[in-house]
């Protein structure tokens, strides 16, 4: 990608690091859902990011068009899922608890990317804030933050007897 | 509400389901609309393999809760409006209370609590088809009147009071 995105936002420190980019596309590779949208592993000056590739698929407003907001739900959670695994000394997949996303201005059509900063890893939650950007416009689209819980994996007995 | 005016009962439902289903994200998770109600709008969206949240997992990624959630949400201001004015969201949280098993349907129910002339407030559940207690709840805020030309909808009458 250009390397016209401006590093505005605190982009996570380890992520140049050659086996965080590893640990990420693995991570990444093994969500079906992320797989279907096309998110790829990105990367800017000064960190590690999701890149969402513009497909026809994604556009939820025709007439403007713009990227559909679900879209960029998903880039935003999927992006704060990765870092929070990721920085997991024993790499449990967390589940996530609520998102809250501000929509800053209209997505345009386009390639979107996203960086994570972690505000607290615990060792039972992780809070993540996400940054959306597209190439040329210098302020973020879209800020979310996920509040993520990393316990017992959650087994799908609890769904089945969920009353 | 001045929704009604004067056009058939199943108006509204029609026109929801042709402008819901036609958006192209919608369209690719396979978002259907089943009811339209005065400010309140049900969606229903089939499971699939692709939705899931991991390869190892039996669950539904949240992420497909929430682009159910906003585009229900979404359907709820133009259902109490009773107009197709571009809307934009402002702003949508999520929260996920238990997870979405892989193998039932989901269904938003979403429901506009509060019209102005400028903003929407819009309430929205997320249940598993058969299931009694939420998965998810969310509440969006909506920018309305924005700025785009006005969607068109065949055979959408001219209502205006």
């Known amino acids: ?163 | 509400m001045a929704g009604a005016s004067g056009s058939p009962d199943n108006a509204p439902v029609a026109v929801a389901r042709q402008f819901g289903e036609q958006v192209p994200h919608s369209r690719d998770l396979g978002m259907r609309v089943v009811a339209v109600e005065a400010d309140q709008v049900r969606m229903r969206l089939a499971p699939q393999l692709w939705l899931l949240a991991d390869d190892d997992a039996e669950e539904i990624c949240t992420s497909v809760l929430y682009s159910l959630a906003d585009s229900a949400a979404g359907l709820a201001v133009f259902a109490a409006s009773g107009e197709l004015t571009p809307i934009a969201t402002l702003d949508l949280r999520m929260d996920y209370l238990r997870p979405a098993a892989s193998d039932r349907a989901l269904l938003a129910q979403a429901r506009c609590l509060h019209l102005t002339d400028d903003v929407a407030f819009v309430h929205c559940d997320v249940l598993s088809e058969g299931r009694e207690q939420p998965v998810a709840t969310g509440k969006a805020t909506f920018m309305r009147n924005t700025r785009g030309k006005r969607f068109q909808a065949a055979g959408e009458g001219d209502n205006s009071a």
């Open chain 1, 1 to 163: 990608m250009s390397g016209t995105t401006p590093g505005q936002s605190m982009p996570l420190e380890y992520g140049t690091d050659t086996n965080t980019r590893a640990a990420w596309r693995t991570l990444l590779a093994r969500i079906p859902y992320a797989r279907h949208l096309g998110l790829e592993i990105g990367q800017h000056r000064t960190g590690i990011e999701l890149h969402l590739p513009y497909r026809e698929a994604l556009i939820g407003n025709i007439m403007l068009p713009a990227l559909h907001g679900g879209v960029l739900g998903a880039l935003i959670e999927i992006t704060a899922r990765v870092a929070a695994q990721s920085q997991d000394a024993a790499g449990r997949r967390p589940r996530i608890l609520d998102c809250d996303i501000d929509y800053l201005r209209s997505a345009r059509a386009q390639s979107t990317f996203a960086s994570a900063e972690i505000v607290r890893q615990g060792r039972r939650t992780s809070l993540v804030q996400v940054t959306c950007r597209q190439v040329g416009t210098r302020a973020p689209i879209a800020r979310g933050r996920v509040q993520l819980l990393f316990g017992a994996p959650v087994d799908n007995q609890e769904i089945d007897n969920d009353a």
